[in-house]
Nanobody, 114 residues
Framework: QVQLVESGGGLVQPGGSLRLSCTAS????????MGWSRQVPGKEREFVAR???????NYADSVSGRFTISRDNAKNTVYLQMNSLKPEDSAVYSC????????WGQGTQVTVSS
């Protein structure tokens, strides 16, 4: 069973920055990709970003140019640098493990508000 532990969420003003981290454990192999999704209560989970073992990355249009995903394969850790944050970025951000299969972490709250 894969365990995903996220950290780095919090309260930030619009235009500010946050860096999320997620470390995976419990697997004997590296996943195809790791990434982030987010969810607001009452809405479906939304894809944010994904990075493959080789370094290629995908972003949701809503965060492209503001968020940067990176990965330390040796540490099974993925990061999400979030800049120019907007109130609509507020959500619970969950780490995603694309084994396959797919696992999600418990999530960390990000609140963007003045």
């Amino acid at each position: 069973q894969v365990q995903l532990v996220e950290s780095g969420g919090g309260l930030v003003q619009p235009g500010g920055s946050l860096r999320l981290s997620c470390t995976a454990s419990g697997s004997s192999f590296s996943p195809v990709a790791m990434g982030w999704s987010r969810q607001v209560p009452g809405k479906e989970r939304e894809f944010v970003a994904r990075i493959f073992t080789g370094g290629n990355a995908n972003y949701a249009d809503s965060v492209s140019g503001r968020f940067t995903i990176s990965r330390d394969n040796a540490k099974n850790t993925v990061y999400l640098q979030m800049n120019s944050l907007k109130p609509e970025d507020s959500a619970v951000y969950s780490c995603t493990w694309y084994g396959p299969p797919i696992y999600w972490g418990q999530g960390t709250q990000v609140t963007v508000s003045s």
